[in-house]
């Protein structure tokens, strides 16, 4: 398949898959919820740079490679957000001399994965039909 092809199937794959990769994201890494415009986004744009430089092909499907893609971003996503919530956590626990105040430090809140993604925008744009898992 040359470029122009691989770009239009991509581009094909994309716009039919939109809904179903939202929902992955939403439903799969709720706390990502509201990044997952932003997570679509980068996977097109290393997606498109794969075709353009290296005439990418997947092994599979164009599907499936995406949503590897969109699993990887997410959790690499998630990574960034454990490591802020680690370092907050760590500098509000220590004092200026950088020894723990206290024994017993105070957890990271735990996230409502239901409820946080059900409040969500990403989750509330998704019509009725769009919610349904279609793998």
């Known amino acids: 398949m040359t470029d122009p092809e691989a770009f239009r199937e991509l581009t094909r794959v994309l716009a039919d898959c939109r809904p179903r990769f939202l929902s992955y ?11 997952a415009e932003d997570i679509l986004q980068d996977v097109w744009l290393e997606a498109r740079r794969r075709v353009a430089d290296e005439g990418f092909q997947p092994q599979s499907t164009w599907e499936s490679w995406l949503r590897a893609v969109i699993r990887r971003r997410a959790i690499d996503r998630l990574r960034v957000l454990e490591r802020q919530v680690f370092l907050s956590w760590q500098s509000r626990t220590s004092d200026v001399s950088g020894q723990s105040p ?3 430090p105070r ?4 996230v409502n994965r239901a409820a946080s993604a059900e409040q ?3 989750y509330r744009t998704l019509v009725e039909q769009q919610r349904a898992i279609c793998y």
């Open 25 to 35: 994201i939403v439903r799969g890494f709720p706390r990502l919820a509201d990044e």
């Open 102 to 104: 206290s024994p017993e």
């Open 107 to 110: 957890s990271p809140p735990t």
């Open 120 to 122: 969500s925008p990403a």
